[in-house]
């Protein structure tokens, strides 16, 4: 008789997220999807990227493993200087997207059982990230219009709380939208100086910016103070999986380490694709089309919920980022979800499957993505949506109680 293989302890209790599930459910060739922060393919620049694929495919070693490249490392400190970050080659490591960095510095920063600080709603592959350590996760009540309550985070840092890191999204928070006022940083890096708090600095969006004033990176704020996650997925291509910490040189020798036992060196591939196209000199203007592009079908989705939406509804624009959030009070948008796939083949994520605890936050909230839907297609998901509302049974009752933690 064969043994039953189970998996440890910890791993027993993985979940998939309710953002992996969707990614099964939105892939529905007949569904439209408003629901994951997948960027628009067609608006990578394919043929310059193919140039490049083929160049460093005949003169580099390029399908060897390798050392992180140098110039690649370059390139990432000019982009990161442009935003006021000011690093050298050496305080670049690479990584397999930003979601390796958020992996590798929990890893790095927290004990088996200890303790981190999130936003009350947030990227829940952050939580993925962290939970293998099982950590205790003290969240901060966070606002879709102002962010974090930094009054709220002082009160449990002066009450003697202290979490291994604090996680932060400034630019285009997923799910919220939110892009943090500079005032809010400046008080953010401060409070974490204060308490020797480390900031795990999430800045997956921060290029997708829709206004004219850019703040600056919590980074560039207080370099000793906070870890910078960078990635070129949302901008080049998630297939590359290439993305970077910026971080003090004394974490670079055990970050390497801890690399090299889950996937020994980030795709060399990649790294010579990325550096070849970036040495091209056409990234600037790639990234103000992207830019265009975006804000673009961020306003079409803005006319589609101010025409649409039931009086009441909260939402607001983001001015960075791939997320609207909507609040409908006293809708429950995860039975919304059933109604809107099963009626209008449309699909969305509630907003409760971003709390980052176990009491279900924004359970009126749903977090709606214009970037990877078609010009044309975004009023029509819109309206599907709102149709699918008159089938969920108002929540009158649970509403007058619930907590709306988000807004
Ligand atoms: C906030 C945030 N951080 C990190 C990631 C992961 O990005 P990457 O593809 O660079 O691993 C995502 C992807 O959606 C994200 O939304």
């Avoid at 690479?94 to 927290?110: E, F, H, K, M």
């Avoid at 890191?165 to 939110?178: R, V």
């Avoid at 008080?187 to 974490?192: D, E, I, W």
């Avoid at 910078?228 to 040189?249: C, H, N």
Wanted: charged share 20%; net charge positive.
């Amino acid at each position: 008789m064969s043994t039953r293989i189970v998996p440890a302890g910890w791993a027993r209790h993985l979940e998939p997220s309710a953002l992996q599930r969707m990614l099964e459910t939105a892939a529905a060739p007949d569904v439209l999807s408003l629901s994951l922060g997948l960027p628009a393919v067609e608006l990578f620049p394919r043929e310059a990227c193919a140039r490049a694929a083929s160049d460093v495919l005949d003169r580099v070693r390029t399908l060897q493993y390798g050392l992180p490249s140098a110039p690649l490392k370059s390139q990432i400190v000019q982009l990161m200087r442009a935003r006021g970050v000011d690093c050298v080659e050496d305080e670049i490591f690479l990584t397999s997207g930003a979601q390796q960095g958020l992996q590798l510095l929990a890893r790095l920063l927290v004990e088996p059982g200890g303790r981190v600080a999130t936003d009350g709603l947030t990227y829940t592959g952050f939580l993925q990230a962290v939970r293998p350590l099982a950590p205790r996760i003290l969240t901060v009540p966070v606002s879709a219009d102002t962010g974090p309550d930094l009054d709220a985070l002082e009160a449990r840092l002066a009450s003697g709380e202290r979490p291994a890191l604090l996680y932060a999204m400034p630019d285009g928070h997923n799910p919220l939208g939110t892009s943090l006022a500079a005032a809010t940083r400046v008080r953010l890096v401060a409070l974490a100086a204060r308490y020797r708090l480390p900031i795990v600095e999430d800045g997956a969006y921060s290029w997708l910016q829709y206004g004219d004033a850019w703040p600056a990176p919590l980074a560039a704020l207080d370099r000793g103070q906070v870890l910078y996650v960078g990635s070129f997925s949302k901008v080049l291509g998630p297939a590359y999986r290439v993305g970077w910490i910026v971080t003090p040189r004394h974490l670079v020798q055990p970050l390497s380490i801890l690399k090299e036992s889950i996937d020994i060196n980030t795709a060399t591939f990649s790294q010579h694709v990325i550096n070849r196209y970036l040495d091209e000199g056409h990234f600037e203007e790639h990234l103000r089309q992207l830019r265009t592009a975006y804000r673009g079908r961020r306003d079409l989705m803005a006319a589609a919920l101010t025409r649409r939406l039931p009086t009441g509804s909260r939402w607001r624009a983001p001015s960075c980022g791939f997320f609207t959030w909507v609040e409908v009070p006293g809708l429950d948008t995860t039975a919304l979800l059933e109604q809107a796939l099963a009626i209008g083949r449309v699909a969305f994520v509630p907003g409760a499957a971003f709390s980052a605890d176990e009491v279900p936050r924004a359970t009126s909230c749903l977090r709606l993505s214009f970037s990877n839907v078609p010009v044309d297609r975004i009023d029509d998901g819109i309206a599907r949506i709102v149709s699918a509302m008159s089938y969920v049974r108002p929540r009158a009752e649970r509403a007058a109680g619930a907590r709306v933690a988000t807004l």
